[in-house]
């Protein structure tokens, strides 16, 4: 039995947007979120460091052997009370798959979205994507019957959201 690779979890560099938007028009369509209405459309895709330098955001990379296999981050929440964040475009190619980095990247997502002082998190994803929905469920996120705010991604059809 050959030993699990390990990964490192680490800010976003403007190094790493290339690397970021290629995992994000990866994986979205393979849970069949290609297109209008899902955030692989989103233009911020492309320019993710510029994005996330912003005031109350953070974006973060999980790596293997020094190669970016997967990210995440948290940023305001459009057309929501400020104290309410977003938990964004969180993906990772399949070697980092079923290594716990999921929920190590939501743990740092969170402390950054406590350090930036917001007081919930809210997130929106798509029903066929169970083992996210089972991870965003073991941490304590509340299922929604609607979106909040207006994010723009009305492909997505599964709602939550955590007090913080």
Known sequence: ???????EIRPL??????????????????????GPGFAIEDPEVDFMYARYSTPRSSYFVVEIDGEVQGGG???????APPDVC????????????GLGAGRAMITRCLEAARGHGYRACYLETLSNMNAARMLYENFGFK????PLGNTGHYGC????????
């Open 1 to 7: 039995m050959s030993p699990k690779p390990s990964y």
């Open 73 to 79: 981050g948290v940023g305001p929440l459009t057309g």
């Open 13 to 34: 560099t403007p190094a790493d947007d290339a690397a970021v938007s290629r995992i994000i028009r990866a994986v979205m369509p393979e849970f069949g979120a290609s």
């Open 143 to 146: 299922r929604l019957a609607r």
């Open 157 to 164: 059809n599964s709602f939550y959201l955590l007090e913080l």
């Open 86 to 97: 977003e938990l964004r475009k969180m993906y990772f190619l399949p070697p980092l798959r």
